[in-house]
């Protein structure tokens, strides 16, 4: 077993390139169709790097791209990074307005797209016709590219610069795009590999979706640990999963609290039988509940289950393995990491961050102010506490934010697009807490002239919304509440929420 | 009834899907309203709706509608 340390290391390229020459044939990643070692995977990624820049696609030239959990994912991932071009995964399920909007505002200047979806996204829209490959095509002919030592010494890579664009729900329906720079992550990678020891002797199976922060560092860290990861798209073949587990003798499983839910619900025996070799799972996207993580730990008492507080602008802010820790600090999303400073608003309980790991903040120029060393500090829109022993914990939200089991959605976004509906007079967008895994999304409805239509708001919904922003409810009622100020009162829809659950009851009862 | 007619009702109720987005051929994953979230509600909603409880042995099997037909068929038999 080979324990490397990240801090020499200068860029994505480096950290792969050192993994490469330590474990040549050895098993990199797998999917459901191939397997590829560090050796085969640097020889695509670098050819698929040289057909890029045949393209014409250069440096800092932004290049979107849409494709399910996958090689082909990393492949083309790394291939954007190693051509000093900025990569911008899109996540599978966007609507094609979605892409639209990325596209126009990234700028970017190609999209590459799985082939099974590339109808999906048949457009005659320009955003998208003018720039649209299929990416399976591409990286077929790069297949054919000899390399030559220039291409795999030739490169000059600024750490500082950004590379990866993450494109989160924004307020006013327009997507905002995280810029994240190489040192940034190898930061954040290098706390993560130190916290959870990961080595070469690690292999996870990896079902989160890789257009995601949470995703794309464990695919990090197995790579530039040595170890090795099957990227499986989704919980939703199961069976596949498990078999991943189980044949792969996976060390680690890292999953969401609704991922959890799912487990421990449908699967809780098969999972048990699969996980034969796992130490560790790192649960994250919502905070996992201290019920969840008793059944979890009841089931698997020897796995490690660790949490952490973070978000795609601030990555992993802090750590905890709450089985160490036991469960008196369940609740507890545990220490911030040495690189970063984490502080509390005393007038209003926001969790503040500041460190260099941290996003410079959002495509192309909105940048978060910056402290004397000049790193960033992000207003987390969380609020928190310290315990007397320096655990962090999270007692609520500041922004109206509803997190669907990982994906974040801003009630703005929907409202604003429901009250384009002719027959809607006005709408409001609760985010019901009550479930442990998951937000759901509550839509309140006023129709004009009383004439409730929900199948027009649900057609509306579906031909415009993402899935995940698909309201649970839709409930009609003849007034939003209102505060003083004209704005939502949320509240006040929270109270009115609750109380059409009790009546509900009343009449199954 | 028929149990394939029945079984498109499920989905289409589960999934919040147009019709015309309903083949038989579709499998787990081919479009984003058919996730593992939504995979285990619609394996409920056959449970309920065909008055059967599926062993999770065969659940785990079910990656398309055609799986899902051939599994009611099995369990209403």
């Given at each position: 077993m080979v324990s490397r340390d990240l801090?020499?290391?200068?860029s994505f390229i480096d950290a792969l390139r050192k993994s490469v020459e330590y474990?040549?044939?050895?098993?990199?990643l797998l999917d459901s169709s191939q397997e590829v070692t560090y050796q085969q995977l640097w020889n695509k990624i670098l050819k698929t790097r040289c057909q890029l820049r045949k393209l014409g696609l250069n440096p800092k030239d932004r290049i979107a791209f849409i494709q399910s959990n996958s090689i082909d994912f990393i492949i083309i991932h790394f291939a954007i990074i190693a051509n000093e071009s900025i990569s911008i995964p899109i996540e599978i399920g966007a609507k094609k307005e979605t892409v639209e909007k990325i596209i126009k505002a990234s700028g970017a200047k190609k999209i590459y797209i799985e082939r099974k979806y590339t109808n999906l996204y048949q457009?005659?829209?320009?955003?998208i016709s003018d720039r649209a490959s299929c990416l399976q095509d591409l990286l077929k002919d790069s297949e054919t590219i000899e390399l030559e030592s220039a291409d795999i010494t030739d490169f000059n890579h600024s750490?500082?610069?950004?590379s990866v664009i993450l494109f989160t729900s924004g307020s006013t329906g327009l997507p905002k795009g995280v810029k994240l720079s190489q040192k940034n992550t190898l930061i954040t990678i290098r706390n993560i590999k130190n916290f959870c020891s990961y080595s070469s002797e690690s292999f996870e199976v990896i079902a989160l979706p890789l257009s995601h922060s949470f995703g794309l560092g464990h695919v990090y860290a197995m790579l530039f640990s040595g170890g090795g990861a099957y990227l499986a798209?989704?919980?939703?073949?199961i069976k596949k999963v498990l078999t991943a587990i189980r044949e792969n003798k996976a060390t680690g499983f890292p999953t969401t609290p609704a991922g959890v839910d799912l487990i421990m619900n449908s699967y809780a025996e098969l999972f048990k039988q699969s996980?034969?070799?796992?130490s560790q799972m790192v649960v994250n996207s919502a905070p996992l509940t201290p019920e969840q993580t008793h059944k979890l730990h009841s089931l698997l008492p020897n796995v490690k289950i660790y949490v952490y507080y973070g978000m795609t602008?601030?990555?992993?802010t802090s750590f905890a393995c709450l089985t160490e820790l036991g469960?008196?600090?369940?609740?507890s999303v545990g220490k911030p990491m040495d690189t970063l400073k984490v502080k509390i608003?005393?007038?209003?309980s926001e969790i503040i961050i500041s460190g260099?790991?941290?996003?410079?903040?959002?495509?192309p120029e909105d940048n978060f102010p910056t402290d004397k060393h000049k790193n960033p500090i992000i207003r987390s829109g969380d609020k928190g506490k310290f315990d007397e022993n320096g655990y962090l914990y999270i007692t609520g939200r500041i922004k109206d934010q509803i997190n669907i089991g990982g994906y974040k959605v801003d009630p703005l976004e929907i409202e604003t697009l429901l009250r384009?509906?002719?027959?809607?007079?006005n709408v409001a967008i609760y985010g019901d807490q009550?479930?442990?895994s998951t937000d759901q999304i509550i839509c309140f409805v006023v129709f004009k002239g009383n004439k409730d239509n929900m199948e027009l708001i649900e057609d509306f919904c579906r031909e415009n919304l993402e899935h995940y922003k698909f309201p649970s409810e839709i409930i009609p009622i003849k007034k939003i509440p209102e505060g003083v100020n004209g704005k939502i009162d949320r509240k006040k829809l929270g109270e009115i929420y609750n109380n059409h659950i009790s009546e509900n009851k009343k009449l199954l009862n | 009834m028929s149990i394939e007619n029945k079984v498109k009702e499920a989905f289409l109720d589960v999934l919040?899907?147009?019709?015309?987005?309903?083949?038989?051929e579709l499998a787990v994953?081919?479009?984003?309203?058919?996730d593992s979230v939504n995979h285990v509600k619609l394996l409920q909603e056959i449970e309920e709706r065909f008055n059967i409880s599926i062993d999770v042995a065969d659940a785990i099997d079910i990656e398309d509608i055609s799986d899902l037909i051939l599994t009611v068929k099995k369990y209403t038999n």
């Amino acid at each position: 077993m080979v324990s490397r340390d990240l801090k020499l290391e200068k860029s994505f390229i480096d950290a792969l390139r050192k993994s490469v020459e330590y474990y040549p044939n050895k098993t990199a990643l797998l999917d459901s169709s191939q397997e590829v070692t560090y050796q085969q995977l640097w020889n695509k990624i670098l050819k698929t790097r040289c057909q890029l820049r045949k393209l014409g696609l250069n440096p800092k030239d932004r290049i979107a791209f849409i494709q399910s959990n996958s090689i082909d994912f990393i492949i083309i991932h790394f291939a954007i990074i190693a051509n000093e071009s900025i990569s911008i995964p899109i996540e599978i399920g966007a609507k094609k307005e979605t892409v639209e909007k990325i596209i126009k505002a990234s700028g970017a200047k190609k999209i590459y797209i799985e082939r099974k979806y590339t109808n999906l996204y048949q457009s005659e829209s320009s955003a998208i016709s003018d720039r649209a490959s299929c990416l399976q095509d591409l990286l077929k002919d790069s297949e054919t590219i000899e390399l030559e030592s220039a291409d795999i010494t030739d490169f000059n890579h600024s750490s500082e610069n950004t590379s990866v664009i993450l494109f989160t729900s924004g307020s006013t329906g327009l997507p905002k795009g995280v810029k994240l720079s190489q040192k940034n992550t190898l930061i954040t990678i290098r706390n993560i590999k130190n916290f959870c020891s990961y080595s070469s002797e690690s292999f996870e199976v990896i079902a989160l979706p890789l257009s995601h922060s949470f995703g794309l560092g464990h695919v990090y860290a197995m790579l530039f640990s040595g170890g090795g990861a099957y990227l499986a798209d989704g919980l939703v073949r199961i069976k596949k999963v498990l078999t991943a587990i189980r044949e792969n003798k996976a060390t680690g499983f890292p999953t969401t609290p609704a991922g959890v839910d799912l487990i421990m619900n449908s699967y809780a025996e098969l999972f048990k039988q699969s996980a034969t070799h796992l130490s560790q799972m790192v649960v994250n996207s919502a905070p996992l509940t201290p019920e969840q993580t008793h059944k979890l730990h009841s089931l698997l008492p020897n796995v490690k289950i660790y949490v952490y507080y973070g978000m795609t602008e601030a990555s992993r802010t802090s750590f905890a393995c709450l089985t160490e820790l036991g469960s008196k600090y369940f609740k507890s999303v545990g220490k911030p990491m040495d690189t970063l400073k984490v502080k509390i608003d005393p007038k209003t309980s926001e969790i503040i961050i500041s460190g260099p790991s941290l996003s410079s903040g959002y495509w192309p120029e909105d940048n978060f102010p910056t402290d004397k060393h000049k790193n960033p500090i992000i207003r987390s829109g969380d609020k928190g506490k310290f315990d007397e022993n320096g655990y962090l914990y999270i007692t609520g939200r500041i922004k109206d934010q509803i997190n669907i089991g990982g994906y974040k959605v801003d009630p703005l976004e929907i409202e604003t697009l429901l009250r384009k509906i002719e027959e809607v007079d006005n709408v409001a967008i609760y985010g019901d807490q009550s479930l442990n895994s998951t937000d759901q999304i509550i839509c309140f409805v006023v129709f004009k002239g009383n004439k409730d239509n929900m199948e027009l708001i649900e057609d509306f919904c579906r031909e415009n919304l993402e899935h995940y922003k698909f309201p649970s409810e839709i409930i009609p009622i003849k007034k939003i509440p209102e505060g003083v100020n004209g704005k939502i009162d949320r509240k006040k829809l929270g109270e009115i929420y609750n109380n059409h659950i009790s009546e509900n009851k009343k009449l199954l009862n | 009834m028929s149990i394939e007619n029945k079984v498109k009702e499920a989905f289409l109720d589960v999934l919040k899907v147009q019709e015309n987005v309903y083949d038989s051929e579709l499998a787990v994953g081919d479009i984003p309203e058919w996730d593992s979230v939504n995979h285990v509600k619609l394996l409920q909603e056959i449970e309920e709706r065909f008055n059967i409880s599926i062993d999770v042995a065969d659940a785990i099997d079910i990656e398309d509608i055609s799986d899902l037909i051939l599994t009611v068929k099995k369990y209403t038999n």
